[in-house]
Each structure stands twice: as C-alpha cells, then as structure tokens.
C-alpha cells in the first residue's frame, strides 16, 4: 500500500499555468505506474495523463500539449504541469498508483491508491 499526498492546487485565470506535485511514500514498488485524474462538478472522474515505469506517458486529447506528467523518482514525486489553463479544466485532481503494467493507464479502474486531492479553479 502506497501513501500519496497531492498539493499544488489553487485559483488562476485562464490561461496561467499551475503545477501538482504527488508524493509517495510507504510500498513505493506499488507506485511505479502513476496517473493524474480529475473531476469537476456533476461530471465522472476522467483520466487526465499517467506515465508507466520506463517514463513513457500517455494524455487525454483535451489536455495534449497543455499538460505534461513527469516522475522524479528519487523524491517518490510526480507532477502535473499544466500551462494555458482553460475554465473547463476546473475540478478536483486526484494522484493515483498501481504496480505496472497497466492495461488502460487513464481508466480510473486500474488504480488501487488515491490520493485526498487537490482543487483547481480557473476563471
């Protein structure tokens, strides 16, 4: 079982930028695939971006070439850079964890370890 901790989150206009950092700790082997999901208001949680254990990264088409995922894996942090924010990107984002391989990286389903989550508001 692997602990996470999210922060980074907050209040910016559209189009800053704000970056969310995950830290691991406990069962690291069980983080070594990771993943940022999201959920707003009346809506489903959605897959936002992961990235398995060789660094290879995977992105929902609404964030491509906004977000970019990253692993520091001597800190046990991942993080969740996100430029040119839209309002539609306001939700409640969620750091998760599984051992790899994972079959679907952005279903929610394949992960066992949440974090508590951190709010993003854009207006």
């Known amino acids: 079982h692997v602990q996470l901790v999210e922060s980074g989150g907050g209040s910016v206009q559209a189009g800053r930028s704000l970056r969310l950092s995950c830290i691991a700790s406990?069962?690291?082997?069980?983080?070594?695939?990771m993943g940022w999901f999201r959920q707003a208001p009346g809506k489903e949680r959605e897959g936002v971006a992961a990235?398995?254990?060789?660094?290879?990264?995977s992105y929902a088409d609404s964030v491509k070439g906004r977000f970019t995922i990253s692993k520091d894996t001597v800190k046990n942090t991942l993080y969740l850079q996100m430029n040119s924010l839209k309002d539609e990107d306001t939700a409640m984002y969620y750091c998760?964890?599984?051992?790899?391989?994972?079959?679907?990286?952005?279903?929610?389903?394949?992960?066992?370890?949440w974090g508590q989550g951190t709010q993003v508001t854009v207006s």
């Open positions: 998760a964890a599984n051992y790899c391989p994972l079959v679907g990286p952005l279903m929610d389903y394949e992960y066992h370890n």
């Open positions: 406990g069962d690291i082997e069980s983080s070594d695939c």
């Open positions: 990235i398995d254990s060789d660094g290879s990264s």
